[in-house]
């Protein structure tokens, strides 16, 4: 079938699903709004420091309107992230101590936090400080409840961590109903335990948040969901009051903390991005949507299928075939609007084991709520899929990848 027709006709089976998803927007929508009214955001925010950044209005504003979003009690918003892993980075060490035990309870975590942690070698690592680590695997795509529960009546654990995308692994992403659940078991074991959330990609997309269900602390990037593609860099953190004061004396030095980092005029971008990030996360999903919907019609293995549940804006492939998914993801940078003309092969990544190929002609470098396409070169060889910042260039850059495997 020629691909615009596939397109079409799966448009038409689709379309209820899309109406949720802007009903779900809406409400995202009008929380955000709320909550700029309700911090006062004004035109004054958008002015820039330099320097040591003190006194920078807009700066805590912009906190206090993340940290009403997403629940929390405080936030740190900060340029100064490099990404959502340093991020993660400097929330372990804001909160582990030497001797301190950190688990993981969904299994290994992303491939970046491999050396952060002391799973491989590094001589900055967690490990490296003398904090021990062990995880805990999913069973059947949910939380193994009795393990935890073992485990933490027997061990005394400082952080729990929990990475609710899927990172390169084939296991689905995890609910803010699974959440809330393994949360309750834990807080009823050992209160003190302080629950940490990698939230990365799952913004805007389920109605609660993990603060909102229980969550001491969550971390995620701002070229991803809340970014709403017009924040250049950074990432935020949000959650209790003593912890965040903890991540700022780690992101910048004891006894500044949060009150410093100049905001180099990013503040507007920032503003921006929150704004606009409900209906960019939608068009992200309706994206996903779509891509599942016609890949599966086309006889591939997808994850989530189109009409399943979802947690985060990632749309898996499985090929089966390095060739293909190498072909799909060059596609994705064809149907890009920046360095379209560029062709992404395999290579060595920095924090990764095996070859990555990665489509990003994003206006940011590394942005995933653009349209973007990576997976790592091993089987069963999946395309990793992510954001578009209308549902319109989402669907030129499908159009793109498939005309690109189905030719002979």
Do not use: W
Not at 53 to 66: A, C, N, Q, S
Not at 282 to 289: E, G, I, N, R
Not at 362 to 383: K, M, N, V, W
């Amino acid at each position: 079938m020629e691909v615009n027709n596939l397109i079409k006709n799966a448009e038409l089976e689709i379309k209820d699903i899309f109406n949720d998803i802007d009903d779900r927007s809406y409400k995202f929508s009008e929380k955000v709004l709320n909550a700029f009214h309700n911090n006062n955001v004004s035109e004054s925010c958008f002015n820039s420091t330099t320097g040591y950044g003190y006194g920078d209005l807009g700066r805590e504003v912009i906190e206090t309107v993340f940290a009403e979003i997403f629940g929390g009690e405080k936030a740190l918003v900060r340029n100064q992230f490099i990404s959502g892993s340093h991020a993660l980075n400097v929330c372990f060490f804001a909160l582990l101590r030497p001797n301190d035990l950190l688990l993981s309870i969904s299994g290994t975590p992303y491939d970046t936090l491999h050396e952060v942690i002391g799973i491989k070698d590094n001589p900055s690592s967690l490990k490296s400080f003398g904090i021990k680590y062990d995880e805990i695997d999913l069973i059947d795509n949910d939380f193994d409840y009795k393990k935890i529960e073992e485990y933490i009546k027997n061990n005394k654990v400082k952080v729990v961590e929990i990475q609710r995308s899927r990172g390169y692994s084939t296991r689905d992403s995890l609910s803010i109903e699974k959440l809330e659940k393994v949360i309750n078991l834990i807080k009823s074991i050992d209160k003190d335990v302080i629950i940490m959330v990698d939230n990365c990609y799952c913004e805007f997309v389920e109605e609660k948040t993990p603060t909102e269900v229980g969550a001491d602390i969550m971390v995620g990037s701002l070229i991803k969901n809340p970014g709403g593609f017009i924040a250049p860099n950074g990432a935020y953190i949000v959650g209790k009051d003593e912890l965040i004061k903890l991540c700022g004396e780690r992101l910048t030095l004891p006894g500044e903390g949060v009150e410093v980092g100049p905001t180099l005029g990013i503040n507007k971008s920032i503003l921006q991005g929150i704004y606009l990030a409900p209906s960019v996360v939608a068009s992200s999903l309706k994206t996903a949507v779509l891509t599942s919907k016609v890949l599966e019609d086309l006889g591939y293995d997808v994850n989530p299928k189109y009409n399943g549940n979802r947690v985060d804006i990632v749309q898996t492939i499985i090929f089966n075939d390095e060739e293909k998914l190498i072909k799909y993801t060059q596609g994705i940078q064809m149907g890009s609007a920046i360095d379209s003309n560029a062709l992404p092969y395999p290579s060595d990544m920095p924090g990764y084991d095996d070859k990555i190929i990665m489509a990003s002609g994003s206006f940011t470098q590394g942005s995933s709520i653009e349209i973007s396409c990576d997976g790592p070169l091993r089987s069963p060889y999946i395309a990793y899929q992510q954001g578009s910042v209308t549902y319109d260039y989402g669907k030129l850059a499908l159009k793109k990848a498939i005309q690109n495997i189905l030719e002979k």
